[in-house]
Nanobody, 124 residues
Framework: QVQLVESGGGLVQAGGSLRLSCAASGRTFSSYGMGWFRQDSGKEREFVAAISRSGLTSTYASAVKGRFTISRDNAKNTVYLQMNTLKPEDTAVYYC?????????????????WGQGTQVAVSS
């Protein structure tokens, strides 16, 4: 099992940037695919980005493609989400999650381990 802790959220003006980090415990981090999801008040949790175990493959939701970048450092047991050109509609609690799926996956139900979330608020 892997335990996940997110950090890096905060309040930023529209057009600004934030970098989220997700630190994982345990010695098996590189055996998990990783993903970022977000959930705003009253809405369902939605997929943001995912990255393969090796870090060579990634995929993004259309709403963030070209603005957000997911990356990972297996030596540091950490996955990142660089968020640029932030918009008010990016406001949400952001969660990182881990999956044993071999392929990069966007499906929430395939992720078995979740962090507690970090709040991102973008003002207009």
């Amino acid at each position: 099992q892997v335990q996940l802790v997110e950090s890096g959220g905060g309040l930023v003006q529209a057009g600004g940037s934030l970098r989220l980090s997700c630190a994982a415990s345990g010695r098996t981090f590189s055996s998990y695919g990783m993903g970022w999801f977000r959930q705003d008040s009253g809405k369902e949790r939605e997929f943001v980005a995912a990255i393969s175990r090796s870090g060579l493959t990634s995929t993004y939701a259309s709403a963030v493609k070209g603005r957000f970048t997911i990356s990972r450092d297996n030596a540091k047991n950490t996955v990142y989400l660089q968020m640029n050109t932030l918009k008010p509609e990016d406001t949400a609690v952001y969660y990182c999650a881990a999956t044993r799926s071999v392929d990069v996956t966007i499906h929430t139900h395939e992720y078995t381990n979740w962090g507690q979330g970090t709040q991102v608020a973008v003002s207009s």
